[in-house]
């Protein structure tokens, strides 16, 4: 825009975005993470969704991870991974029965498995006691 009596154009810039440092609660961080660790969702559009950039989504996840390890004293495993204890019969060779065996206890539930199994079943049956408990 040309001013009366001026030769020059006066140059001015539209910023739009956030532009600032922005606080976040812990409870709007925790929801977040909790969105996108959502069966499905994906990080970068769940940080599209809320205005923020991924690795900082990325950042809040590891933080919180970091944080439920802490709590649940796991020995600074990884999630995702969990104690295993493997028995034997002390010295003899075990069945063939008891060599394809698996026992897993999460919680008060037992699950044993013998034999061949399809892992999508053991998969479902996992995720359908990981809702139970």
Known sequence: MLEHGADTLQRVEIITGTGRRRRWSADAKAAIVAESFAPGASVSAVARRHD?????????????????????????????????????????????EERAAIEIEVGAVRIRVRGAVDRRALCEVLAAVGTVV
Do not use: N
């Not at 989504?57 to 104690?83: H, I, S, Y």
């Open 52 to 96: 923020i950039s991924p690795s900082l989504l990325f950042l809040w996840r590891r933080q919180a991870t970091r944080a439920q390890v802490a709590e649940r004293g796991d020995r600074g495993m990884p999630a995702g991974f969990v104690p295993v204890a493997i028995t034997g019969s002390g010295g003899e060779l075990p069945s063939r």
